[in-house]
């Protein structure tokens, strides 16, 4: 007999153990969105390739205007969605060349395993939450190095108008640290090395009220990703002291090795998780859907496509449907991000 012919029945055998390939078809983009012309990237002269994250208004007379991160840079850029064409426009300074002592809370002592110099932001997640863009850092240390870089420790957020105008200068919090450190279990891997010790690392952001989810890529203790919740007021708060109000800790099942690469929140509370490997494991990239008060319900939206030398980073919520969502995707590793539309039922 020949061994192939055994192959569904050992599949059947080892499903529970993960040992074979998924069956599932992957989601089907609706169109592909082309950048009008390149975003900027670390050096103003080359495309952005580490695109993070993105977020944006509704859609006004047939438009949205959006703020994405590039995760190397110490700026964010706005842009205009219309159609199937996303235009880039002006960049707004996240953090400067050095710590502001306009910043919120106290400086973060971390103990990464190197100490290192303020340079790049990590971006790592934007949200939009009326009137105001959020944009988070890693608040991790450096992957490669597993150095303490402070310009990574920190949470900012972009007061727009009800065009997407900027009415200021990015306000700056170092207070998301503290929320960290007090993150039950998975609060003992702050400031832990990312690659060796699977360090605490954020990935995503969503606002709702006057709730900020933290989705963390790692660590996921009991094998269930992280979303740390905090009171956007209470990280705003004036003053150097520091954060007067507890976390809220959610755990939910996101699949083996698998960590939140970004969150997009929908006007109920729930949240859409884009979820992928904590380190560098083979797993697939998908979506789920989570809601905070039901973490055990939560449930997968199906698997994304795998593209060649990228990340799916990046999920954003254009509108919500009578039947479900329509949300853009897009990927580190590809000029621009490389984004593409989806419509996806959540009954």
Same mark, same amino acid.
């Given at each position: 007999?020949?061994?192939?012919?055994?192959?569904?029945?050992?599949?059947?055998?080892?499903?529970?153990?993960?040992?074979?390939?998924?069956?599932?078809?992957?989601?089907?983009?609706?169109?592909?969105?082309?950048?009008?012309?390149?975003?900027?990237?670390?050096?103003?002269?080359?495309?952005?390739?580490?695109?993070?994250?993105?977020?944006?208004?509704?859609?006004?007379?047939?438009?949205?205007?959006?703020?994405?991160?590039?995760?190397?840079?110490?700026?964010?850029?706005?842009?205009?969605?219309?159609?199937?064409?996303?235009?880039?426009?002006?960049?707004?300074?996240?953090?400067?060349?050095?710590?502001?002592?306009?910043?919120?809370?106290?400086?973060?002592?971390?103990?990464?395993?190197?100490?290192?110099?303020?340079?790049?932001?990590?971006?790592?997640?934007?949200?939009?939450?009326?009137?105001?863009?959020?944009?988070?850092?890693?608040?991790?240390?450096?992957?490669?190095?597993?150095?303490?870089?402070?310009?990574?420790?920190?949470?900012?957020?972009?007061?727009?108008?009800?065009?997407?105008?900027?009415?200021?200068?990015?306000?700056?919090?170092?207070?998301?640290?503290?929320?960290?450190?007090?993150?039950?279990?998975?609060?003992?891997?702050?400031?832990?090395?990312?690659?060796?010790?699977?360090?605490?690392?954020?990935?995503?952001?969503?606002?709702?009220? *006057? $709730?900020?989810?933290?989705? &963390?890529? #790692?660590? =996921?203790? @009991?094998?269930?990703?992280? +979303? !740390? /919740?905090?009171?956007?007021?209470?990280?705003?708060?004036?003053?150097?002291?520091?954060?007067?109000?507890?976390?809220?800790?959610?755990?939910?099942?996101?699949?083996? *090795? $698998?960590?939140?690469?970004? &969150?997009? #929140?929908? =006007?109920? @509370?729930?949240?859409?998780? +884009? !979820? /992928?490997?904590?380190?560098?494991?083979?797993?697939?990239?998908?979506?789920?859907?989570?809601?905070?008060?039901?973490?055990?319900?939560?449930?997968?939206?199906?698997?994304? $496509?795998?593209?060649?030398?990228?990340? #799916?980073?990046?999920?954003?919520?254009?509108?919500?449907?009578?039947?479900?969502?329509?949300?853009?995707?897009?990927?580190?590793?590809?000029?621009?991000?490389?984004?593409?539309?989806?419509?996806?039922?959540?009954?």
């Amino acid at each position: 007999m020949q061994p192939a012919l055994f192959a569904p029945v050992a599949c059947a055998i080892v499903l529970l153990l993960s040992a074979c390939p998924s069956s599932a078809k992957p989601l089907q983009p609706e169109r592909k969105i082309q950048a009008s012309a390149d975003f900027t990237g670390k050096t103003p002269s080359k495309p952005a390739k580490d695109v993070s994250g993105l977020a944006c208004l509704p859609r006004n007379d047939g438009e949205r205007r959006c703020l994405l991160a590039n995760d190397e840079n110490i700026v964010a850029q706005f842009a205009t969605l219309k159609g199937k064409r996303i235009k880039p426009g002006k960049t707004v300074a996240l953090i400067g060349d050095k710590p502001s002592a306009a910043t919120l809370g106290a400086t973060p002592s971390v103990a990464c395993p190197k100490p290192g110099s303020f340079g790049e932001f990590d971006s790592e997640g934007v949200a939009y939450a009326a009137p105001y863009f959020y944009v988070v850092g890693s608040h991790g240390c450096s992957r490669n190095t597993g150095e303490f870089r402070l310009s990574s420790f920190h949470l900012a957020r972009i007061k727009v108008d009800a065009a997407g105008k900027p009415e200021g200068p990015a306000e700056l919090t170092y207070r998301l640290g503290d929320a960290l450190r007090q993150a039950g279990a998975a609060g003992a891997f702050f400031g832990k090395d990312l690659m060796s010790a699977d360090g605490l690392n954020i990935e995503g952001v969503a606002v709702v009220g *006057d $709730r900020l989810w933290a989705g &963390l890529r #790692a660590p =996921a203790p @009991g094998g269930r990703a992280v +979303l !740390v /919740g905090t009171s956007v007021s209470a990280l705003f708060a004036p003053g150097h002291g520091s954060l007067g109000a507890e976390p809220e800790i959610v755990a939910f099942d996101a699949g083996k *090795d $698998r960590g939140i690469r970004d &969150l997009a #929140a929908l =006007a109920d @509370g729930r949240l859409i998780a +884009l !979820v /992928g490997a904590r380190q560098e494991e083979d797993v697939p990239y998908a979506l789920i859907l989570v809601d905070p008060r039901q973490p055990d319900a939560a449930r997968e939206l199906g698997e994304l $496509r795998q593209k060649r030398n990228a990340k #799916a980073e990046v999920v954003t919520l254009l509108a919500e449907t009578r039947d479900g969502v329509i949300l853009l995707v897009g990927y580190d590793g590809k000029k621009n991000g490389d984004f593409e539309e989806y419509r996806l039922p959540l009954q």
